[in-house]
Structure formats: C-alpha cells, structure tokens
C-alpha cells in the first residue's frame, strides 16, 4: 500500500491537546478560585427535610442496586472500536470492565452525588459535624452529574438507539435495569433533586464538565493502552486527524449542558420545573421502538 493511502497518526496530537487544554483549565480554576466558589454553593445542597432526605435514600439505593445488577447480569454487549487497527468490533465486557463507558461513570457520579448527600444530612441529624470536603464532593458530583446525564440520555436515544436500528442491531440489551438508571433515571433523579433542592448554581462550575470529560478521555486511553486494547467510542480514538477537536468537543459538550441546567436553575421555580420535565422527556425512552 502506498504511503499516500495511509492515513496519517494524529495520536500525539490528540494527547498533547489533552494535555494542554487540562493544563488551561487547571489554571483557569486556580485564577477563579474555584473552590471559594464551592464553600459558597455547599450550604445550599444541604437540607433539613426528611422527605428529601427520603428520596436521595431511594435514589442511592435504586444506584447501588444497578451497580449490583451490573455485575451480576453476565456479559454485556457492546460495540467498540479496536486501537491498533482502528476496525470495530462486538464485544462482551464482564464484570468491571463494563465500568469504561462513559454512561457507566453517569451511574457512578449519580450514586456518588446521592451517597455524599444523605451522609451530610445524616451526619446533620446527629448533630455530627460532616468532613468539609464531603460537601464540596457533594457540589462537584451534582453538577457533573446532572450534565452528564443529561449528556447521555441525549446521546443514546438520538444517536445510539437509531444508528443501532438501522444497522438493523437488536437493542433490547439497552434497557436492562442498570442500562435504564444510567440512560434515563439518572436524569430524571437529578432533575427532581434541582427542582426541590434550588442549590446555588454558578455559571463557573460547568468547568467541572471540562474537568471530567478530560478525566475521562484519559482513562479511555490508558484502558485502550494497557488494558483491553480497545475504545468504547469510535470518536475519542486518538488517531483521526479530527481526534484532537472531537475528544476537547466531548468536554465542552459536558460544559454546555451544564450551562444549560444553570440557567433554568436561575429561572422561577414554577417554570424551571416545566422546562425541566420537558428537556426530560424530549431524551429519555424507556422501551424500542417498534
């Protein structure tokens, strides 16, 4: 094959653009001083209601129990994209492997935002003084959360769901139960938690976004590299010449949907509500289409 034929390898570009837009936004927090903004967001996540603390039991342990379920439903199914050939591929991660999608980590940041939200309150009602940074997890995991979430809901019904359908794929493996916490429920918990909550919000935050989008691009890479030698997602392999802009993309995506859901956060509560369930239901399904 002749060399104009082969396409050419973008990958160290792909990792140094990663690199130096993580470096960015690293010093973009420190210039804002991040963290000062969260100390002033904490007190607003935390509640005295006990049927808010009610429903974020609820909401953790239906989290744990898909995190069980996942483990215990035998092999998924999915379709990935090999490093070395660049050439996709069925395949069927067991186990903790099924932890390298990134609506897994939807699922893992839903339960981590919940767990850290009913400690604090419990430690509260105990009159028990929670560790500071138990509250500034609390902040991070929400707004992370909710934007992926919503992220991934977005993606697998517009996206996922009728690219699988039209390569004629079955996907009813797509609405398991854990599969239906991560796509949809996730959402929807985080949705409810904004409307009855009304947490401080900053603009700032949707950093946050940029921050785990770029945590997760990275630990896709050092999965492919020295684990499993493939890509859950075709767009994140780091040799396109398109690669550098498409992994940054998927971070800002994560920060402008968390844009999103602040600024209906700083609406009347009446209307935040309607949009909300309106965003809501414009990207969850529950079941195939026929």
């Known amino acids: 094959m002749s060399d104009e034929n082969i396409e050419a390898d973008f990958t160290r570009y792909t990792i140094s653009t990663i690199f130096f837009v993580g470096m960015g936004v690293l010093l973009y927090a420190i210039n804002i001083d991040l963290l000062s903004l969260v100390n002033q967001s904490v007190n607003s996540f935390h509640s005295t209601s006990s049927l808010v603390f009610s429903w974020r039991l609820i909401c953790l342990s239906v989290g744990i129990c898909a995190i069980i379920y996942m483990f215990n439903c035998g092999p998924g199914n999915m379709r990935v994209q090999m490093l070395k050939n660049s050439e996709e591929a069925i395949y069927h991660p067991d186990g903790i492997e099924k932890f390298i999608t990134f609506s897994s980590w939807t699922l893992l940041v839903n339960v981590i935002y919940f767990a850290s939200a009913s400690l604090v309150q419990a430690l509260d009602y105990l009159e028990i003084s929670s560790p500071h940074i138990l509250s500034q997890i609390q902040v991070f995991a929400f707004c992370t959360g909710i934007a992926i979430a919503f992220l991934t809901a977005t993606i697998v019904r517009h996206i996922i769901l009728p690219d699988e359908a039209k390569l004629g794929r079955n996907v009813d493996h797509m609405f398991l139960f854990h599969e239906q916490i991560m796509h949809n429920f996730a959402a929807i918990f985080l949705a409810i938690e904004l409307i009855i909550l009304r947490p401080n919000l900053i603009s700032e935050f949707a950093i946050f976004g940029l921050f785990l989008g770029i945590i997760y691009v990275v630990f896709a890479y050092l999965f492919a590299y020295f684990g499993g030698g493939y890509l859950a997602y075709s767009f ?47 990207i969850v399904q529950f079941k195939p289409n026929k």
């Open 236 to 282: 994140i392999h780091p040799k396109p010449k398109i690669a550098p802009f498409l992994v940054i993309g998927l971070a800002s995506v994560i920060a402008i949907f968390y844009t999103g859901l602040w600024f209906i956060s700083t609406l009347d509560q009446a209307l935040a509500g309607i949009l909300l369930s309106a965003w809501v239901m414009l």
